[in-house]
């Protein structure tokens, strides 16, 4: 222990996810795979719908290595049909 530091209290182990869940009148519920990325898909189909192809966008990490970003601009541009894609590559 340094001079300014305190004992550390240990820490009650995280509780992780293993079911998707939706959301269902405001309450997060668990649901099947299927129904989860049906729900998904219907959700980005919506927002193509109603905002156009490039009401929507996909910003990757510039940390992502390149094969990475390279899959996310592919999913941009043919899956959702958009040019937008940022990876904040400027650093």
């Not at 209290?9 to 049906?38: C, F, K, Y």
Request: glycine fraction near 8%; hydrophobic fraction near 30%.
């Amino acid at each position: 222990m340094g001079r300014t530091t305190t004992p550390r209290q240990p820490r009650p182990p995280l509780r992780r996810i293993t079911e998707p869940l939706v959301r269902e009148n405001g309450v997060l519920r668990p649901a099947t795979w299927d129904e989860a990325l049906t729900r998904a898909s219907d959700g980005l189909r919506h927002a193509r719908d109603t905002y156009g192809e490039n009401g929507m966008g996909i910003f990757s990490c510039s940390k992502s290595t390149n094969e990475m970003n390279f899959l996310a601009q592919k999913f941009a541009r043919q899956v959702l049909g958009t040019n937008n894609i940022d990876s904040c590559n400027r650093t």
